[in-house]
């Protein structure tokens, strides 16, 4: 089992910056891509932004330039530093992960979100 735990969100106003955490955990042999997506009231789940295993990233248009994706392979991490943030950014932030287990087996998880509310 592997479990993807998410921090960090929480309340800010708008033009403020949050730095979310999601950390994997469990049996776990290697971590490949690792990212972030969010998803606002009544609307679908969005990609904000991945990072593979090598360190390449890539992001939404709606958000380059404002978040920075990065991961710590140590310890199992991947962190979305968030600058300029916007009330159109409200909504709950998901972590997921591409993880081959100690089994040898590659899977999709993802974590169960963290609400990130930005006041105007």
């Known amino acids: 089992q592997v479990q993807l735990v998410e921090s960090g969100g929480g309340l800010v106003q708008a033009g403020g910056s949050l730095r979310l955490s999601c950390a994997a955990s469990g049996s776990i042999f290697s971590i490949n891509n690792m990212g972030w997506g969010r998803q606002a009231p009544g609307k679908q789940r969005e990609f904000l932004a991945r990072?593979?295993?090598?360190?390449?990233?890539n992001y939404a248009d709606s958000v380059k330039g404002r978040f920075t994706i990065s991961r710590d392979g140590a310890k199992n991490t991947v962190y979305l530093e968030m600058n300029s943030l916007k009330p159109e950014d409200t909504a709950v932030y998901y972590c997921d992960a591409y993880v081959t287990s100690v089994a040898r087996s590659t899977n999709r998880y993802w974590g169960q979100g963290t609400q990130v509310t930005v006041s105007s």
């Open positions: 990072i593979t295993s090598g360190g390449s990233t």
